[in-house]
């Protein structure tokens, strides 16, 4: 498959590999290129000068954590919508939402919810989506 400009780019940030590969291959499945990074701070690398039209961002990352992440990229104006996803649902979903993401799912998730609101956040970029 050939990307365009116009086939959304998705970022995926999450140490664990195997999950990287896996949403990966969920969002080339679905149509979307994807990059994916190890950490948040290869994220922030790259993102200052090549934004994603997404980014899917673990909460537990290594040094730097998802949150503290999201609350970087809001104070440097970032303009993509943020999903997060992390094993402590509960503890993170209350604080990532009220600093701007669009949804927090709780690991493990499901790929077709994924999708959904990865399609809803790229229609709608300022709907929030729980899940």
Same mark, same amino acid.
């Given at each position: 498959? =050939?990307?365009?400009?116009?086939?959304?780019?998705?970022?995926?940030?999450?140490?664990?590999?195997?999950?990287?590969?896996?949403?990966?291959?969920?969002?080339?499945?679905?149509?979307?290129?994807?990059?994916?990074?190890?950490?948040?701070?290869?994220?922030?690398?790259?993102?200052?000068?090549?934004?994603?039209?997404?980014?899917?961002?673990?909460? =537990?990352?290594?040094?730097?954590?998802?949150?503290?992440?999201?609350?970087?990229?809001?104070?440097?104006?970032?303009?993509?919508?943020?999903?997060?996803?992390?094993?402590?649902?509960?503890?993170?979903?209350?604080?990532?939402?009220?600093?701007?993401?669009?949804?927090?799912?709780?690991?493990?998730?499901?790929?077709?919810?994924?999708?959904?609101?990865?399609?809803?956040?790229?229609?709608?970029?300022?709907?929030?989506?729980?899940?």
């Amino acid at each position: 498959m =050939r990307y365009t400009e116009s086939v959304p780019k998705i970022a995926v940030v999450d140490d664990d590999e195997a999950v990287r590969h896996s949403i990966c291959g969920l969002l080339l499945s679905a149509g979307y290129q994807c990059e994916v990074f190890g950490s948040a701070e290869a994220f922030l690398k790259v993102c200052l000068s090549q934004q994603p039209d997404c980014a899917v961002i673990d909460f =537990r990352l290594p040094g730097m954590n998802g949150l503290d992440l999201q609350h970087i990229l809001d104070r440097i104006g970032h303009s993509f919508p943020i999903i997060m996803v992390s094993a402590y649902d509960d503890r993170v979903r209350g604080r990532a939402m009220e600093n701007g993401a669009v949804a927090v799912f709780g690991k493990p998730f499901g790929g077709d919810a994924l999708l959904t609101a990865i399609g809803d956040a790229l229609d709608a970029p300022n709907l929030e989506v729980e899940q």
